[in-house]
């Protein structure tokens, strides 16, 4: 007699918490992106240390002349690309004008320090509280502990290995296994809300006039100023990076089944029919 096909069950998958604070979040993290490309235009150019040394920036986009036309240029420590119509010159509604950022990445999309300032810090407040209230709630209710933590035998190299390769191959768990978060996932998960989100907040205060006068030990901490900026513009980076590679492994692993679990919180997984 042939094998029963797999059932598909609707198993609770995220709750109600995990499903608001992650779409706040994704709100609060485009603004704040977005923003942070306006700020960092006014000058697009990163330092290590407490100064900016103009001559000798690691990072850096600007419009130059090279004969009879202008170009966009980045500049990343000895390397140099031609970046025109995106990186150092680019168009705003059909004019070609210097700017790091393109206008279509940036809040607002014409040039202004103190608009952008005020989305960024606007939109920090959020973040910062929607991230208290997402850790709060992981805590008390086991989330972090049962969900995310790695269990034992998990972080072994041959675990470690075999998730790996199963991942580069596009292979996800199905039927029980898929109830639960894999170690790359939870280690990815925990990389972003214990390390890259508190680096990039931590980074950020360090940068804020009001810190400075209150905690003038936090901006030594990352050694100098120029050095917290470039920070957190490499944090902000990494976050953006870890959003990329999520947005392809929702779509790799099932689109439709990933969304609807963080809007319902329920997820599909196959399971195979008890036997008569």
């Known amino acids: 007699m042939p094998n029963a096909p797999p059932m598909r069950v609707l198993i609770r998958r995220h709750s109600l918490m995990v499903r608001v604070t992650h779409w706040v979040n994704v709100v609060a993290l485009v603004v704040l992106l977005m923003s942070g490309l306006q700020i960092f235009n006014a000058h697009p150019a990163l330092y290590w240390g407490q100064d900016s040394r103009f001559a000798a920036p690691w990072i850096a986009m600007s419009a130059q002349e090279r004969g009879e036309r202008v170009v966009g240029v980045t500049t990343v420590g000895p390397l140099t690309f031609e970046t025109t119509g995106v990186l150092g010159y680019s168009a705003r509604k059909g004019v070609m004008e210097p700017r790091g950022f393109p206008a279509w990445a940036t809040i607002p999309s014409w040039r202004s320090l103190a608009d952008g300032r005020i989305w960024h810090f606007a939109f920090a ?4 509280l929607n991230g208290l209230a997402y850790l709060s709630a992981a805590i008390l209710s086991g989330h972090l502990s049962n969900d995310l933590w790695p269990r034992r035998g998990e972080l072994s ?3 470690l290995a075999h998730e790996v390769v199963q991942h580069a191959r596009l292979r996800f768990p199905k039927g029980e296994a898929a109830r639960r978060y894999n170690v790359l996932q939870k280690g990815a998960y925990l990389a972003v809300i214990l390390v890259l989100l508190p680096l990039m907040l931590a980074t950020g205060l360090s940068m804020s ?3 400075n006068a209150a905690l ?3 901006t030594e901490v990352f050694g100098g100023r120029q050095s917290a900026r470039t920070l957190h513009f490499l944090t902000a980076s990494a976050i953006v990076a870890f959003v990329l590679v999520h947005l392809l492994m929702v779509v790799a ?6 969304i609807r679990s963080m809007i319902t919180g329920r997820y599909a997984i196959e399971v195979e029919e008890p036997a008569p």
């Open 216 to 218: 003038p030990w936090l």
């Open 253 to 258: 692993s099932g689109t439709w089944n990933n």
């Open 157 to 159: 190299p041959r675990h």
């Open 125 to 128: 407040w959020l973040f910062v």
């Open 209 to 211: 006039p009001g810190m």
